[in-house]
């Protein structure tokens, strides 16, 4: 009953250090999310997949890239980090059935990677 | 565009008090709308959810919503707070129709007083 991986759960990284935020999902979800959570801020998207081989950019893709090879990982990856991207980063996915009034949209959550830039 | 707005940064109760954290929304159409709950260091559970049908929405460890079209609110209610149900809970809503954008309000701190 795993549901929704993520790794790290923490990291610091020096400015100009690149990682990659690992996630995996057991549930053969075809819609996977990167969320960031900054204090007061609520939730931002980061960037989307529908499927494998198919990725979108959210509402603050900048300095992150995605990829999604299989249905179950979506790796997000910091290039060139900054303190900027100091947050708390959430993977989630979701089933979405082609619209009808089941599907509804309900987002599964990780258990969040805390990064801080330094 | 879509929005949400949780008017209460911080919600104080009295253990065994009913409790209301609120939510409002904007969204075109019919919406679906969603509560999640977050605790310290942990990712978001998802609690309850309005579809269709019933305008009161009963979910998780007691909690209930009452989705008001009219008012475009979708408050969360729980008729006696337990001291463990403090935590950071969010208010959610997306369209109708296909694959569409959730949006997640700032969320509300909930702090229950025993």
């Known amino acids: 009953n795993a549901g929704v991986t993520q790794t790290p759960k923490f990291r610091i990284l020096k400015i100009g250090q690149s990682m990659t935020l690992q996630c995996t999902q057991d549930?053969?979800?075809?819609?996977m999310y990167w969320y960031r959570q900054d204090p007061g801020m609520g939730l931002k998207l980061i960037y989307y997949?529908?499927?494998?081989?198919?990725?979108d950019k959210g509402e603050v893709p900048n300095g992150y890239n995605v990829s999604r090879s299989t249905t179950e990982d979506f790796p997000l990856r910091l290039e060139l980090a900054a303190p900027s991207q100091t947050s708390v980063y959430f993977c989630?996915?979701?089933?979405?059935?082609?619209?009808?009034?089941?599907?509804?949209?309900?987002?599964?959550f990780g258990e969040g990677s805390w990064l801080t830039v330094v | 565009a879509q929005s949400v707005a949780q008017p209460e940064d911080q919600v104080n109760v009295a253990e065994g008090n009913p409790l209301t954290v609120k939510c409002t929304y904007s969204v075109s159409g019919n919406p679906y709308l969603f509560w999640y709950v977050q605790y310290p260091n942990r990712g978001l559970q998802f609690l309850l959810k309005?579809?269709?049908?019933?305008?009161l929405v009963k979910g998780s460890y007691g909690f209930e919503a009452e989705f008001n079209k009219s008012q475009t609110s979708f408050h969360l209610k729980k008729p006696s707070a337990l001291v463990s149900d403090s935590a950071l809970y969010f208010c959610a809503v997306s369209p109708r129709g296909g694959y569409q954008k959730v949006t997640f309000g700032i969320g509300t701190k909930l702090q229950v007083i025993p």
């Open positions: 997949s529908v499927g494998a081989g198919i990725t």
């Open positions: 309005y579809i269709t049908g019933d305008n």
């Open positions: 549930m053969n979800h075809n819609y």
């Open positions: 989630a996915s979701s089933y979405e059935g082609g619209g009808g009034p089941v599907s509804g949209n309900t987002i599964y």
